[in-house]
């Protein structure tokens, strides 16, 4: 009867660790040199950014309308319901637009690149790329953290915009409050730490979901049914350090930017 | 007779008896399964060697290592004289430009119609679209699949997979090709169908190849028969003739048990290996 190993297991977690940091870091270093697959960027730019958009835009439209239904009941209480923009706009840039963004994506992409690289590695096709004389790495992969990384970026802020948007229909059609006042108060609560913060965050989920979704498919193992739980664990894995690293960019801005 | 004419890389350079493929006691193991031990063996310029053995003994490992898609634990692999494990990523892609190869389950690029699987390797060269097409529709009249030139490999049966592998494998008439297990899974008819596309090659282009089979039929038929240009078709070597240029090399439990001539293998008395062939 085999037991739980711990030490098996330190072993096989540094290992993957060490995996990971390697295939991460080929590339990304493959960006600066040599063959770069354009057409690849591109097509994984519409896949992903394009193909993310409704998702995206109706995550961050719903969003801010609850954010604002919420906040106006607690506000009420303490007679500043006119801060509602204020606090919609805070929270959208901040934290829920880069965070439900990220997650968003993570969950149709991350996915959808650990079971196609998957699906290629367990029927040879990875092997088969290699011997036909291209690296993988830089045809599959790389193009993956470019177009995930740029895209994630802009989609981050379309999910701001349509977040703030929803939160002042919500204002005005149900809440009755006046709609400049609204802007005004999102407008001015919004400062440059705040901004930047809320655009840094994006960057390292791209490369987060990008890198996890291409390395889970590069190590598939077993067949369809390890397709599938490689589909699974990047998922997981991509959408847990999303947040871990939303967590720690936002101590890092608060000691840039005190905000 | 339809025969190849793509204008061909610059082939390797070397001496003429330099082995294309050499293999010094290498090895290579999976956690503590030993698969292969000691591995010594070469292939010249011009040799077919075939590769026996039973299921699970280590062929297509065998394969991967020839081509550099793995690396052995000990022992040293040249290929065209260079030392793969002297090689740096780059050179073992550059390497690669010289092989082609066949895998077991054709790994055909599911996303990518016939003539962009074919055309594949010129694609990422960048070479003329138009010559391109050009030199895929004369490699698939060499594998007589021309008609099924815009489908999909999910539209494709086995036999037909295993013909566009052989396709893409051969469209820069490589210096080295390298099948792994082409007949593996396919009825008896398209097995014969394949058997005579590898010797169809062997005889036209004179290609060193190294061959994976379970089948000792498909091995023994390729020993005793050649392309015959006149029918377009294989035909027996007169008078029970073995072709000179096929050799075996048989792997047991993960060791060389036979390294020879077909005359050799027919004849040996080792009793394993009489076993196994009868």
Redesign the interface.
């Known amino acids: 009867m085999n037991f739980f190993s711990p030490e098996a297991y330190a072993k096989r977690t540094v290992a993957s660790v060490q995996e990971y940091s390697l295939l991460s870091g080929r590339a990304v270093a493959n960006i600066f040199s040599g063959k770069r697959y354009a057409a690849d960027i591109w097509t994984q730019m519409d896949s992903i950014g394009v193909g993310s958009l409704p998702i995206v835009v109706l995550t961050g439209f719903f969003t801010g309308c609850v954010l604002a239904l919420q906040a106006a009941v607690s506000l009420k209480e303490f007679g500043a319901v006119g801060m509602t923009g204020r606090l919609v706009a805070l929270s959208m840039v901040k934290e829920l637009g880069p965070v439900l963004t990220g997650l968003m994506v993570s969950g149709r992409n991350a996915s959808g690149m650990a079971s196609e690289i998957g699906s290629m590695k367990v029927s040879e096709q990875i092997d088969a790329m290699r011997a036909l004389g291209t690296d993988p790495i830089r045809k599959l992969v790389t193009p993956r953290i470019i177009a995930t990384v740029t895209m994630l970026f802009f989609l981050t802020i379309i999910s701001d915009a349509c977040g703030t948007a929803g939160g002042a229909l919500v204002s005005v059609v149900l809440l009755r409050l006046n709609g400049s006042t609204f802007f005004h108060t999102a407008y001015m609560s919004l400062q440059h730490g705040d901004i930047v913060g809320g655009l840094v965050k994006p960057l390292l989920s791209g490369f987060i979901i990008a890198t996890i979704g291409c390395y889970y498919g590069m190590t598939t193992k077993g067949g369809t049914q390890g397709v599938g739980r490689a589909t699974t664990q990047a998922v997981v894995v991509s959408s847990v350090l999303i947040i871990l690293g939303d967590f720690l960019v936002t101590q890092l801005m608060i000691g840039i930017f005190g905000r | 007779m339809t025969s190849v004419t793509t204008p061909k890389r610059t082939p390797v350079d070397l001496e003429h008896d330099t082995p294309i493929v050499e293999f010094r006691n290498v090895s290579i193991a999976f956690d503590d399964n030993k698969v292969l031990q000691n591995i010594t063996f070469c292939v010249k310029r011009g040799e077919t060697r075939i590769i026996l053995g039973p299921a699970g003994v280590g062929k297509s490992v065998l394969m991967?290592l020839a081509?550099g898609?793995m690396l052995p634990d000990s022992g040293e692999i040249l290929i065209f004289a260079k030392s793969l494990g002297h090689m740096t990523?780059a050179e073992i892609?550059?390497m690669?430009?010289h092989?082609g190869?066949v895998?077991?389950?054709s790994?055909?690029?599911?996303s990518l119609d016939v003539e962009d699987n074919v055309a594949?390797?010129l694609n990422?060269e960048h070479v003329d679209p138009t010559e391109t097409h050009d030199r895929v529709v004369e490699v698939l009249q060499f594998v007589e699949l021309e008609k099924a030139i815009d489908k999909f490999p999910s539209e494709l049966s086995g036999g037909m997979r295993r013909r566009v592998s052989i396709a893409?494998a051969i469209i820069n008439k490589p210096d080295l090709i390298l099948y792994d297990s082409p007949t593996g899974g396919l009825d008896p008819i398209t097995s014969t169908t394949i058997v005579e596309l590898v010797v169809k090659q062997r005889d036209v282009t004179h290609t060193t190849s190294l061959l994976i089979t379970h089948r000792l039929q498909d091995a023994f038929t390729l020993a005793t028969h050649r392309y015959d240009p006149a029918t377009g078709h294989m035909a027996k070597i007169p008078d029970n003739g073995i072709d000179d240029s096929t050799k075996f090399l048989v792997l047991h439990e993960g060791k060389v048990v036979f390294d020879g001539t077909t005359d050799e293998l027919v004849h040996s008395e080792d009793p394993w290996l009489r076993e196994y062939i009868s």
């Open positions: 991967k081509n898609l990523e892609y550059e690669r430009a092989v190869m895998f077991q389950e790994a055909l690029f599911d594949y390797r990422e893409r």
